[in-house]
């Protein structure tokens, strides 16, 4: 079967400013890695996944942020959460998927958990990140926000953010190129918008990232919020 043909992520996703939220069937993926941490909570069956060539199934599947892996089931009805490290850690979601069966008390759970506390230096220049545009942001502005030299602000983000300066903002605009797709602009406006050069390069960060292409992620996804 071909991926047109497979069965594809389908429901519903809210994006907040640290964490994104997933309702519904999930779809296959091929192999990738991501800066959020990712729970995966099935309701109708286990979840399979794939995590360093062993294939691991249960009705609730963490993976830690960078991890590589591929998602194996097909049509299991799930609730899926990706948590920033800069504000979640591990112990956190672990803690947060152990009581929660339902996507509306998953996201008052994630609204009201205490975030990790940031240098404020590095919280500047993340709030410089946040609010990205179509413009290319070099590491020596957001240094310049942040008051640090480039070399600062690269071991604050190292060791606090657990990401590199660049991928931290690479991270932001595949958010944003995801949010505009939903919101309805095509691939190449979405692409463009979250300052990619094009839809292809889009593409291929967000099959890196996610195993999927753009409009394998937002064919049968709806932009909204549970609850």
């Known amino acids: 079967m071909n991926r047109a043909a497979q069965p594809g992520w389908q429901g519903e996703i809210w994006l907040a400013e640290d964490h994104c939220l997933v ?12 800066y959020a941490h990712q729970l995966l ?4 069956a286990d979840v399979e ?3 360093d060539g062993r294939t691991y199934g249960g009705p609730r599947i963490l993976i830690p942020s960078q991890q590589a892996h591929a998602i194996l089931s ?9 948590a ?3 504000a979640f850690c591990v112990a956190d979601l672990q803690c947060l998927g152990e009581s929660a069966n339902a996507v509306e008390q998953l996201a008052m759970r994630m609204r009201t958990w205490p975030r990790s506390a940031l240098d404020p230096r590095l919280a500047k220049a993340l709030g410089r990140v946040r609010a990205i545009g179509e413009k290319s942001l070099p590491a020596h502005e957001l240094a310049s926000v942040a008051s640090l030299s480039i070399s600062q602000l690269e071991r604050l983000c190292t060791s606090q953010l657990r990401v590199s300066v660049r991928r931290l903002v690479l991270w932001q605009r595949l958010r944003m190129a995801v949010q505009q797709a939903l919101a309805g602009a095509n691939l190449t406006q979405a692409a463009l918008a979250a300052g990619f050069a094009d839809s292809a390069h889009l593409s291929r960060s967000m099959r890196r990232h996610f195993g999927l292409t ?14």
Do not use: M
């Not at 309702?23 to 991501?34: C, E, F, M, P």
């Not at 909570?41 to 109708?44: A, C, P, R, S, V």
């Not at 049509?75 to 990706?82: A, E, G, H, N």
């Not at 937002?218 to 932009?223: I, K, M, P, Q, Y």
């Open 74 to 82: 097909e049509s299991v009805q799930c609730i899926t959460l990706f």
């Open 23 to 34: 309702t519904g069937r999930l779809g296959r993926t091929d192999s990738h890695q991501h």
């Open 49 to 51: 996944v794939c995590l």
């Open 84 to 86: 920033e490290p800069l």
């Open 41 to 44: 909570i099935g309701l109708d």
């Open 214 to 227: 753009p409009s394998e992620i937002v064919r049968d996804l709806r932009l909204g919020a549970p609850g």
